[in-house]
């Protein structure tokens, strides 16, 4: 039987029409396939398969993870983003429960009509950012993205570890964010505006994190955030933690904050008194808290343990009258 079609003469013809072996149906009609072919290959047991209307893969095995991007951008069009928890994996965050069936979330302008299909969602918008584009994929901007998974999300632990990994990985601020929600539906927004409300700067981020993982230990932190003076009445620090009964002190501000060089002077010579009154300090880098929770404790029961057999330094919590 005589062959047909430009496809057929020439099979890669349709990798080069494709993009990660996904290709538009009209695309394969404009290659001479009709459309009986086209579906009869995408049945069960075909060389082919079909992920959305109109939208087809190339080959009949599970589609990787670019493909079911690259197949929701050729079904919604040249102008859709990538939003949502996958545009946020993208751009590097680790999201909890982010290792199941993957959903693609896109935002398309308010006037293109369209609805959502399978794996992909379809959000409507009168303010479309501009794309960045990551290995030829258009993403919305990370604050969009990490707001867009947030307030679809209804448990805020789940909403607190997104906002936290948004802040300490991706470098996006809390007031960055508050005024993304701002921008946007106010629908699904209540939880991560009451956190982010709560957290006036990115170190009481970390320092939330730290608070609730310390509630886990048998002798927790007497304080939180006060200040320290030596006999003298002169100001020795404000630990982020801190154990009054035995003169411990947590830090939770590592170079993973620092994003200028006085930051990390100030540690520095903060760290220097601290040695000099004989205070023990225990630092923690802000990822550890959710890496090594188990570790953390360990370490901060341990020194502890160990302030307790040394004199206690002679510092307090007000100055010298």
């Given at each position: 039987?005589?062959?047909?079609?430009?496809?057929?003469?020439?099979?890669?013809?349709?990798?080069?029409?494709?993009?990660?072996q996904v290709?538009?149906?009209?695309?394969?009609?404009?290659?001479?396939?009709?459309?009986?072919?086209?579906?009869?290959?995408?049945?069960?047991?075909?060389?082919?398969r079909?992920l959305?209307?109109?939208v087809?893969?190339?080959?009949?095995?599970?589609?990787?993870?670019?493909?079911?991007?690259?197949?929701?951008?050729l079904?919604?069009?040249?102008s859709?983003?990538?939003?949502?928890?996958?545009a946020?994996?993208?751009y590097?965050?680790?999201?909890?429960?982010?290792?199941?069936?993957?959903?693609?979330?896109?935002?398309?302008?308010?006037?293109?009509?369209?609805?959502?299909?399978?794996?992909?969602?379809?959000?409507?918008?009168?303010?479309l950012?501009?794309?960045?584009?990551?290995?030829?994929?258009?993403?919305a901007?990370?604050?969009?993205?990490?707001?867009?998974?947030?307030?679809?999300?209804?448990?805020?632990?789940t909403?607190?570890?997104i906002?936290?990994?948004?802040?300490?990985?991706?470098?996006?601020?809390?007031?960055?964010?508050?005024?993304?929600?701002?921008?946007?539906t106010?629908?699904?927004?209540?939880?991560?505006?009451?956190?982010?409300?709560?957290w006036?700067?990115?170190?009481?981020?970390?320092?939330?994190?730290?608070?609730?993982?310390?509630?886990?230990l048998p002798?927790?932190?007497?304080?939180?955030?006060?200040a320290?003076?030596?006999r003298?009445g002169?100001?020795?620090?404000?630990?982020?933690?801190?154990?009054?009964?035995?003169?411990?002190?947590?830090?939770?501000?590592?170079m993973?904050?620092?994003?200028?060089?006085?930051?990390?002077?100030?540690?520095?010579?903060r760290?220097?008194?601290?040695?000099?009154?004989?205070?023990?300090?225990?630092?923690?880098?802000?990822?550890?808290?959710r890496?090594?929770?188990?570790?953390?404790?360990n370490?901060l029961?341990?020194a502890?343990?160990?302030?307790?057999?040394?004199?206690?330094?002679?510092?307090?919590?007000?100055?010298?009258?």
């Amino acid at each position: 039987m005589k062959q047909r079609g430009r496809w057929a003469a020439h099979p890669e013809t349709l990798t080069q029409h494709s993009t990660h072996q996904v290709i538009r149906a009209m695309t394969l009609e404009s290659l001479d396939m009709s459309s009986r072919v086209i579906y009869r290959r995408c049945l069960p047991g075909g060389p082919w398969r079909r992920l959305l209307p109109g939208v087809i893969l190339l080959h009949n095995n599970d589609p990787t993870p670019d493909q079911l991007v690259h197949a929701a951008l050729l079904y919604a069009g040249e102008s859709a983003i990538v939003t949502g928890e996958e545009a946020c994996l993208r751009y590097g965050l680790r999201l909890p429960d982010a290792e199941g069936p993957r959903h693609i979330h896109l935002l398309v302008p308010h006037r293109q009509k369209l609805n959502s299909s399978e794996f992909v969602t379809i959000e409507r918008t009168r303010h479309l950012p501009a794309p960045w584009l990551r290995a030829g994929v258009p993403l919305a901007p990370l604050v969009r993205a990490t707001t867009d998974v947030v307030r679809r999300t209804r448990d805020s632990e789940t909403v607190s570890r997104i906002l936290i990994e948004a802040i300490q990985r991706g470098r996006c601020s809390p007031q960055a964010l508050a005024e993304e929600l701002d921008r946007g539906t106010k629908r699904g927004t209540a939880i991560p505006r009451r956190l982010l409300a709560e957290w006036s700067d990115i170190r009481s981020v970390a320092e939330a994190e730290a608070q609730k993982l310390a509630k886990s230990l048998p002798n927790p932190p007497t304080h939180q955030n006060a200040a320290l003076y030596d006999r003298s009445g002169h100001y020795a620090g404000r630990p982020d933690f801190w154990w009054d009964d035995v003169g411990l002190a947590w830090e939770i501000d590592s170079m993973e904050f620092h994003f200028r060089s006085n930051d990390y002077a100030r540690t520095l010579h903060r760290n220097t008194r601290y040695a000099a009154l004989g205070i023990a300090v225990v630092q923690t880098l802000p990822s550890r808290l959710r890496t090594e929770p188990n570790a953390v404790l360990n370490e901060l029961g341990d020194a502890y343990r160990a302030a307790e057999v040394r004199p206690r330094p002679p510092v307090s919590l007000r100055p010298a009258g």
